[in-house]
């Protein structure tokens, strides 16, 4: 961590170019647009945010290549590629320092003596678990209480947050985070009404999560009921999401909170559903397909684009049936309208 940086060091770390102020400014930490201030380092992510930059106190401000827009007097303004991803480069200069990583088993944890890693390249936390079989790659760092079931193959620098769950037979590969709460391989939802009752069907297949997989708090991932859910590798998962058994994810999908996605459904690659996308079973959707916030997906969607509205409708169609509603009362009152001039229009014939 450093206390201080000038403009110009600042510039030279990010690979930027300074279009206003004084390189020789001091820059002393990192905040947000809206809540910096004299010292401190923000960016412009995006050009929502132009409003938010004019009022700035802040002493630098990282743009993008091309920015034409003034900022207020005494502001830096450096101009990057990405100020978004540039800005992860300030952060590691100002922000507070990464947990130190020690290789080794805690004294607390509970380890088969048939898990296979070497403990000196790998990190178990307090009060972890790893079971029977388990097979874990190098780098790879549980947290405390996190749990590895039986048979579980982890990759290598994988990491298991405090409190999550991999359960048995499960495969992750390399760089794969899961964040606390998060539970790998939970039975999927299976049930058959036999004489008036729910009887539970065995879930016998395991989750398979490719490399670069990023899972996020209190999600579940129902093991499938034979073979595979499956993960594409780079997807990234937001917290609170749902997805059933003998789902496959594509590779680079992003999937928002609460999003419910129902058995055997199939997505393809760089799909996107914002939060509470609600998505029915035996689907197919294909690649690049988007899915606005709270869209109902309740049939095949292969033509990349993006959809919106319950069903999903493409984007501009849905958002004309979204907005229909709003329009109701005022229907209803030119209803009445014409209903009484009719009414007297017949008074008058009679």
Known sequence: MSSAITVQELSKLVAGEILQGDAAAVVTGINSLQDAG???????????YLKALQETRASAVLVPSGFSESAPEGVAVVAVANPTL????????FGPESRAVRMGVHASAVVSETAEFDRSRVSVGPCAVIEDGAVIGDGTVIHAGAYVGIGVRLGEDCLLHADSVVKDYCVLGNRVVIHSGAVIGTDGFGYELI???HR???QV???QIDDDV????????????????????GTKIDNLVQIGHNVTIGKHCILC????ISGSTKLGDYVVMAGQVGVAGHLRIGDRVTFLAKSGVTKDYLEAGAYTGYPARPLMEGRRMLAAPAKVPELVDRVRELEKKLEAMEKARA
């Open 38 to 48: 004299p010292g401190e380092a923000t960016f412009l992510g995006n050009s929502r």
């Open 86 to 93: 540039a800005f992860s480069s300030v952060i590691k200069v």
């Open 195 to 197: 004489d008036g009752r």
């Open 200 to 202: 539970k069907i065995d």
């Open 205 to 207: 297949g395991i989750v």
């Open 214 to 233: 990023e899972i996020g708090s209190c999600t579940t991932i129902d093991r499938a009921r034979f073979g595979k859910t499956w993960i594409g590798e």
């Open 257 to 260: 909170g609460q999003t419910g």
